[in-house]
């Protein structure tokens, strides 16, 4: 994955648990770098070792840390440079869902290698949404849940609830999570 995304994983883990709690989990995870280049790729597998090094370091279960990191990469992309490319992706929370492979594609002109999920969303209400996930990666629905949550804090959505409905399996060929709203 990009660097942008294990800059975001160390600004999360310094700016909220501190700079110590940091250098544990890089030294853990074997990243000898002095800090990530956001433009460049690293193997996905580090972030992965990143997460599941957090996890042990933080004392917290890996499916909290990659939800915390999905809302915090909300704040974390619109103060990073990318605000534009957020706000063009939608003035409500449903145009925003509606536009998200867009929002990627857009990415994908800066960053060319990037292998981006795919989303569509369906049974949309005046107050609620479902929203399918497809993905290369493995085990990234945690990360897809916080996104939401951040994604409804954005749009100010009162009494939000993000559910997973539909767990990818022999069955279904992908995971599907169902958004509501007051
Ligand atoms: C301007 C804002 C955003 C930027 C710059 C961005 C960029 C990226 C980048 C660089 C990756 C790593 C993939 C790779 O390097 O191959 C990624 C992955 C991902 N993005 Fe975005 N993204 C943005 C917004 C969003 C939003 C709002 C969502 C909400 C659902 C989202 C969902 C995901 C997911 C789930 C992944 C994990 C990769 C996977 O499932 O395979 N992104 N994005």
Redesign the pocket.
Known sequence: ??G??NKAIQDLISTQFGEDKWLEIKKLSNFEDDFFIGLQ?YPDELTYTMVKNASKVLGADASVVMQAFGEY??LY?ANEG?GD??SLSGDTFTEFLNN?DM??QR?NNI?P?????Q?STRNETENSIQLE?R???AG?CP??HG??IG?CQRFKLSNYEVKQIVHKDAQNDCDVFSITWK
Not at 113 to 117: G, N, S
């Open positions: 994955m990009y942008l995304v790729t990469w909300i992309t990318y490319m957020l998200l929002l990627h990415v960053m290698d990037l292998v981006a999920p989303f996930y993905s290369k990666r990234l990360m897809v996104l939401l994604l």
